[in-house]
């Protein structure tokens, strides 16, 4: 079976930065299954995906502007600590969660740590690096019905979330 909208994917991936660095593998465990169509992966990705089938390998290479962007340095601002969510004592390098104005919240980098305010970084840990996708396409299968309707793949035994 090939890929289209509404297909669901086991794939295993390595995910590694244009110097080879590895950020991400799913080699060493389970694989991701992913909903085509659902905008859960990154567009680019996503059309690579399109028309393949079980079996197959590739190497997608993204420049930083077809992955998560550049980085923005307007995107790193002092907030005040009471405003993120966490576990634990806050220290740079950790991810946070800043709750917004409006409601929901969003993942940061904390990037210092004051007594009252935390200089944290809202660009997505990958912005700004070329990424480099190793795929193999494990399985595909049609989405089920409940699959459909909530817009995301269930694992073996069904629901996952």
């Known amino acids: 079976m ?6 669901v994917i086991t794939l295993h991936y390595t995910l590694t930065d244009d110097a080879g660095n590895e950020l991400e593998t799913t080699r060493h465990g389970e694989p991701l299954l992913y909903l ?16 393949r089938q079980a079996g197959d390998t590739f190497r997608l290479e993204l420049s930083a502007a077809d992955a998560y962007g550049e980085r923005k340095p307007a995107a790193v601002e002092r907030v005040p600590a009471k405003y993120l969510a966490h576990e634990g004592r806050l220290r740079p390098g950790q991810v946070a969660y800043l709750h917004l104005r409006e409601g929901g919240a969003v993942p940061v980098t904390v990037m210092k740590v004051g007594k009252f305010s935390v200089d944290v970084d809202r660009n ?12 193999t396409v494990a399985d595909v299968r049609a ?3 409940e699959e459909l309707a909530h817009g995301h793949a269930h694992g073996v035994g069904g629901h996952q979330h």
């Open 124 to 135: 997505h840990p990958y912005a700004g690096l070329g990424l480099n996708f190793d795929v």
């Open 143 to 145: 989405a089920t019905p």
């Open 2 to 7: 090939q890929i289209d909208k509404e297909s």
């Open 36 to 51: 085509q169509g659902s905008g859960g992966l990154l567009p680019a990705l996503e059309e690579a995906l399109q028309g």
